[in-house]
């Protein structure tokens, strides 16, 4: 049963294989022209130069530019005119000056899970893929580790537990390090750690300007409040310093259990007082969804329910034990070595859930606790919508339940995340194959489905992770509601980013 529970899972995967960098690819004739658009011609003979050993330059057409341009969501995807592979941090900086000086949009990207629609935004652009500044390096200490800004999350879980270590990360395997962070960084570490933005010590950042900077508490300590949890606005990290600790636990429980829907209200009546309102143990957390499962059943969605814990399956077993007694149609628990935990649990990188090529089309909502009328409301609404358009049934409602305490014991005034009161992150994902005929019902039934769970909690206002937003949603959804907040995050992006160069994920409006 596992293994076919896992074969839909990983049914519609796509492999992307990292391209080896290439020499500058002269596969055109060069026409003599004086214009300034990014043609594969202007770009090669005006940057090319200017880059260091290692660079490469990448053009569409190629299987190069493919990769590096390849999304987890083709809806409202950046159109890339070019591809710069930086082979140094300081090209990041030369590629951000040519640019400004032609006067062509540029983005950073790195994983390719950015999915909100503001990045639609830039055309013919030049995409800087900072992929290539992944080096993982634990500093002598044994405090804190140097990282690229193209590093993502399974390469610093490895690097880390090979060295008994552990720190924050993102939860599925494939997403980077950075992406995550700017916006706060959500993750299984983070009742002991916080957000991945909690953790980092300094971030060098090539700025709108092309100026190389050091942020940190005492260095630009303005842009340091704002690069945690609305970094994306500011410019483009390309190394940063981060904490990490001696690990906890070498090995992780987790107990996977599918539920039919019948259980669906006891099963959420347990987890609320497993969650106690955010107060479970740091030790212990949930992640849940609704998806279609044909090898469990054909005629409505499945709920499939997953607890981690930081110990053993012993000290896990009066949390579990509640879930067992529930009856599920399958379970599997077992101990895993941490880097495998993601993978053992249908969010590692060769998993659906990180699969590159559909449209996908996410809504989120920071939720207190769970609703039990509410919740099945939202089943319903579900199962209505991917049993009338079957092409809508690769779609899920995902409840991130993850432990608190490390994210709630900093202050939440002290950076720009302003989601820390929240207790569960829910979220809507409309996933199919590109069809714009699809756009126009996915789309309306998503919001329709965020709105119903933001119902779930009346006089709670809607707050959107930036992370996880559409692009339709308000500034203080997403930035938060105190006004001192956009007031303080307009006054940077004034400072730092005047002329709105880095306005293509949610940006903050001046
Ligand atoms: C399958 C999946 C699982 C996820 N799980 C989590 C999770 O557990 N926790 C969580 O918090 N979020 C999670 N997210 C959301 C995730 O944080 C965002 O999608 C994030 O933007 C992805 O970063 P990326 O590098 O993978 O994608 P990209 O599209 O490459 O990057 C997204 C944006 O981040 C910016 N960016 C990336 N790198 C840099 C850099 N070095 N410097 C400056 N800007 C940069 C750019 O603006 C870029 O457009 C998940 C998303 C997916 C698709
Ligand atoms: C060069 O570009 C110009 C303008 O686009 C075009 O008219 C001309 O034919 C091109 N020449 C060559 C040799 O391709
Ligand atoms: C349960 O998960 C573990 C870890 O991924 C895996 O090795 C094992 O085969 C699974 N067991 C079943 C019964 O599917
Ligand atoms: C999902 O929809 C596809 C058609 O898009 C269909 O072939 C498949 O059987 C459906 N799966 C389930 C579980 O209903
Ligand atoms: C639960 O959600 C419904 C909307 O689905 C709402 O009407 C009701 O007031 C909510 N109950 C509580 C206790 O918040």
Request: with cysteine; hydrophobic share 40%.
């Amino acid at each position: 049963m596992y293994s076919l529970l896992l074969s839909f899972f990983v049914a519609s995967r796509i492999l992307i294989s990292q391209a080896s960098p290439l020499p500058f690819i002269f596969d055109r004739a060069v026409n003599d022209t004086t214009s300034l658009a990014p043609t594969p011609q202007n770009v090669q003979r005006q940057l090319g130069p200017l880059l260091a050993k290692g660079a490469s330059l990448y053009f569409p057409g190629t299987p190069q530019f493919q990769d590096a341009t390849s999304r987890w969501s083709t809806y409202k995807a950046p159109n890339i005119a070019v591809v710069v592979e930086p082979g140094s941090a300081k090209d990041v900086a030369t590629a951000v000056s040519f640019a400004n000086k032609f006067g062509i949009p540029y983005l950073a990207m790195n994983k390719g899970h950015g999915s909100t629609t503001t990045l639609g935004a830039i055309k013919n652009g030049i995409e800087i893929h900072v992929r290539s500044l992944n080096s993982i390096t634990i500093n002598a200490d044994g405090k804190s580790a140097s990282i690229g800004g193209g590093s993502y999350n399974q390469e610093l879980i490895n690097k880390l537990w090979s060295n008994g270590k552990a720190s924050a990360s993102g939860s599925c395997a494939c997403v980077g390090l950075m992406g995550a962070g700017l916006g706060g960084g959500l993750g299984r570490y983070q009742g002991f750690y916080g957000l991945i933005s909690d953790n980092l010590i300094d971030v060098d950042i090539v700025l709108a300007s092309g100026e190389t900077v050091t942020v940190s508490e005492k260095s630009n300590s303005d842009l340091w409040w704002g690069l945690r949890g609305a970094g994306h606005n500011f410019g483009i990290v390309t190394r940063f310093t981060m904490k990490i600790f001696d690990s906890p636990a070498q090995n992780w429980y987790f107990a996977q259990f599918v539920f039919t829907q019948d259980k669906l209200e006891k099963m959420v009546g347990l987890v609320n007082t497993m969650m106690d309102n955010g107060n479970q143990p740091k030790e212990l957390m949930n992640y849940y969804l609704y998806a279609w499962n044909p090898a469990i059943s054909t005629t409505e969605p499945v709920v499939i329910f997953t607890i981690y814990y930081i110990g053993t399956k012993e000290q896990a077993a009066k949390y579990t034990k509640p879930y067992f007694d529930l009856g599920p149609v399958f379970h599997n628990d077992s101990m895993v070595a941490y880097p495998e935990l993601a993978s053992a649990t249908g969010l590692g990188d060769e998993d659906f859930s990180c699969a590159h090529g559909f449209n996908r089309v996410q809504y989120p909502v920071g939720l207190l606790n769970y609703n039990v009328s509410n919740t099945r409301a939202v089943y319903n609404l579900f199962k209505e919508q991917t049993v009338a358009v079957p092409a809508l049934n690769l779609s899920t409602v995902v409840f991130e339940g993850y432990s608190l305490q490390g994210v709630k014991a900093v202050p939440a005034a002290s950076t720009a995340y302003p989601h820390r009161e929240d207790n569960i992150l829910a979220s809507i994902l409309a996933v199919y194959a590109p069809n714009p005929a699809l756009d126009s019902v996915a789309i309306p039934w998503a919001r329709k489905v965020r709105d119903l769970m933001h119902s779930g909690q009346p006089g709670r206002q809607l707050n959107a992770y930036v992370n996880y937003a559409f692009g339709d949603e308000t500034q203080e959804m997403v930035y938060g509601y105190e006004p001192w907040r956009l007031e303080r995050l307009r006054g940077l992006k004034k400072k730092y980013d005047p002329k709105g160069k880095f306005n293509f994920y949610e940006p903050i409006k001046v």
